[in-house]
């Protein structure tokens, strides 16, 4: 196949198609830069009360008539299983699937080269809008105990039927540019994010039926919980995140993916292993073994494409490293790929029986979903959305925005490692503390503590860095506006 | 058919192959499961969930209980559940029949509650005599768990009421332990909510054997 011709782009080009989409992207990324946010602060919440477990339970000291109310629903809120249930849908929801779909629905032009018109722009911000209703409706559910229970879908059923139908649109907007596109052969970009407008409908819509319905009882809505959650990481969020890196790494640095035959490969297996890989998480739980083994397998064998994916953004980017240097873009996509292959291994080290025997349940689970939020999916996220803002705008990033993006980088990524080293140690000194039979449990959680800390420290340095993402999106969204309105063509 | 036509199709095919095996198969082996009666006793294991215990586990789930606690027991070889007394062997798909929502977990900083009905371990010590929750421990659990010596637990104290004692304390009123008592002349009621989350988590108990999971003597 000669796909390496269709991978050559003209850099950062096509101003028109681009600048068509300034207003529903800017609305989108600022959106879900908020919810980024609003889920670290509720992390912190959450976290907070592991150590103080009283913190927000004022019930004790506040009786006043008037402010009671407040403070009673502030401790219904936020008690920490809700917290956490709106940590992590936030998280995914309203930034991560968000702030992707905005990244596809941007390549999806310039991958089409097909312009949406005026109406079709219409309908993408009432999409927009109506994601982001979904997520607060969502969140307000979760806030007042209607939440679904199975992590990572806690919406309940309206939030989730909202979140489908905003998609709707937005899915079906993107597949009808693609499907009038005619001739020529796709490019890896492609083929990951066409899999990703189609996967996402096709493994929410199977979750909600068997989730929300109640058709099945059993085990079975959380064997197709664990699927879903496998789908949505795997070839939802992970696609995206791919299918932006295959096409920003080669046309930032100027060049054409070569290695597309291995690349090719590497998408079959990635999508038949993917499918199949999120059953993994119940691996010890009370499911038939054949399918447990076979996931933990499918696991394990997505080290390949993982390997390959890796390999196809990291040899450009080592080659041209001093390029690297100077482009604070590149240092938030490298970190991406290089996060996507010790993803994997994680993954695929958990799910092997005897490190599940310790480290699952163990707060080293939290470290593993924050190299999987963070480390791969936020920083690519990260990385193109500074890649992408200034063609909305058509001006380059404002100098502030610029200079803080590096600093943002450095924050990130340090506190994504002290947060993963944390919650290594604590994962692992409170999970062997836990399989070591003769140890009360209360005296597991002691083994954890210092170790808590330095998770603690690494979740500040976070969010600190996700203030200063938040910042700058709104500077440069704002600065564009101010500008446009001066020369008096707001569009 | 052009490439964008063979991409579609592939990505249909990686679809409903995952689906066929890992959704549709299990739904005919697990989704049919049935009852089965114990040969000495006659009850029909697991047994059924009354009403006010499947109301109870939607509190479970609202309330993220399963962030921190797990119901379901490992095999030996999986994990020191059993070591830990937390059942007497592995909790099997049969074993969740009657739940909408089966409460897995995920995370274990609290203990697995797959049989919190029956006898269980102190958490404190461990070994030494074992102790069995009635709902009134579990109601101050939830309601002032620092009343609980060593415990970390977050309250729940929304989930109840206190109020003016009118005419004789309620039934179901709680009793709390010194130091921790309401003021004179009011009292402290589980609203629904909290009966229904204490009459589920009573309710769980998975200690019978079946056959495809034994109890070892």
Request: hydrophobic share 50%; net charge positive.
């Amino acid at each position: 196949m000669n796909g390496s011709k269709d991978v050559q782009l003209e850099g950062y080009g096509d101003e028109n198609l681009d600048r068509s989409l300034q207003g529903p992207l800017s609305l989108l990324f600022v959106c879900s830069a908020l919810w980024l946010v609003v889920s670290s602060l509720l992390g912190a919440v959450a976290f907070w009360q592991l150590k103080f477990p009283g913190l927000i339970d004022f019930k004790a000291g506040i009786q006043t008539p008037y402010v009671g109310w407040f403070f009673d629903f502030i401790h219904q809120a936020l008690n920490y299983g809700r917290a956490v249930a709106a940590t992590k849908s936030v998280m995914i929801y309203g930034w991560l699937l968000q702030g992707f779909l905005g990244v596809a629905i941007w390549l999806t032009g310039r991958l089409t080269k097909k312009m949406i018109c005026k109406t079709g722009n219409y309908f993408l911000l009432g999409a927009i809008a109506l994601w982001n209703i979904g997520v607060l409706v969502g969140l307000m559910g979760v806030f007042s105990g209607e939440a679904s229970g199975f992590s990572g879908f806690d919406f309940p059923k309206y939030a989730a039927a909202i979140l489908f139908t905003a998609y709707a649109f937005i899915g079906l907007g993107m597949g009808m540019r693609f499907a009038k596109k005619s001739c020529s052969v796709p490019t890896p970009s492609e083929w990951y994010l066409i899999g990703a407008i189609f996967w996402f409908p096709w493994f929410f819509g199977v979750a909600y039926y068997f989730v929300f319905c109640k058709v099945v009882f059993g085990v079975m809505p959380a064997l197709v919980h664990a699927w879903y959650i496998g789908g949505l990481e795997v070839l939802v969020l992970g696609s995206l995140a791919i299918s932006i890196l295959y096409y920003l790494v080669p046309s930032i640095l100027g060049l054409a993916l070569n290695r597309v035959h291995s690349a090719k490969s590497a998408f079959w297996f990635f999508a038949f292993l993917g499918a199949w890989s999120g059953v993994r998480h119940l691996v010890g739980g009370p499911l038939p073994a054949w399918m447990i083994s076979s996931s933990v397998v499918a696991g394990v064998l997505l080290l390949i494409p993982g390997t390959i994916i890796a390999n196809n953004q990291m040899v450009p980017l080592w080659s041209n490293w001093c390029k690297v240097k100077s482009t604070p873009v590149l240092w938030y996509l490298a970190t991406g790929g290089v996060s996507l292959l010790v993803w994997i291994s994680l993954e695929a080290m958990m799910s092997l029986r005897g490190v599940s025997a310790a480290l699952r349940f163990s707060y080293f689970e939290m470290g593993v979903s924050a190299v999987f939020e963070y480390a791969f999916l936020s920083m690519v996220l990260f990385g193109s959305i500074y890649a992408i803002l200034p063609t909305l705008t058509g001006k380059e990033l404002p100098c502030c925005v610029k200079c803080c993006s590096k600093c943002q980088f450095w924050w990130g990524f340090c506190g994504v490692i002290t947060f993963f080293t944390g919650t290594f140690f604590a994962g692992t000194f409170m999970g062997l503390g836990i399989n070591f039979a003769p140890m009360a449990f209360v005296a597991t959680t002691n083994l954890a503590s210092p170790f808590f800390w330095l998770s603690v420290a690494g979740g500040i340095m976070v969010l600190l860095a996700n203030l200063i993402f938040v910042k700058n999106v709104v500077a440069t969204v704002l600065s564009a506006c101010c500008e446009s309105n001066k020369e008096g063509c707001c569009s | 058919m052009n490439g964008y036509g063979r991409l579609f199709v592939g990505i249909l095919f990686a679809f409903v192959f995952s689906w066929a095996a890992l959704i549709l198969v299990p739904l005919n082996q697990v989704g049919n499961l049935m009852p089965l009666e114990d040969q000495t006793s006659g009850d029909l294991n697991p047994p059924a969930l009354s009403g006010l215990a499947k109301r109870g586990s939607q509190v479970y789930a609202a309330n993220g209980c399963a962030s921190c606690h797990t119901q379901q027991v490992r095999s030996e070889s999986g994990g020191s559940d059993i070591a830990r007394q937390w059942g007497a062997r592995q909790t099997v798909a049969r074993d969740y029949l009657y739940h909408s929502n089966p409460n897995l977990g995920s995370m274990r900083l609290g203990p697995d509650l797959a049989n919190l009905g029956v006898e269980r371990p102190d958490l404190n010590v461990n070994a030494g005599p074992k102790k069995k929750y009635d709902a009134a421990g579990l109601h101050q659990l939830f309601y002032a768990p620092r009343s609980i010596k060593g415990s970390s637990h977050p309250s729940y104290s929304f989930l109840y009421e206190k109020r003016e004692i009118k005419g004789a304390n309620a039934e179901v009123s709680l009793i709390l332990p010194v130091g921790f008592e309401t003021e004179e002349g009011k009292e402290v009621v589980p609203s629904e909510d909290a009966k229904a989350l204490v009459a589920y988590l009573l309710s769980l108990n998975r200690m019978y054997a079946l056959p495809e999971a034994p109890v070892k003597p």
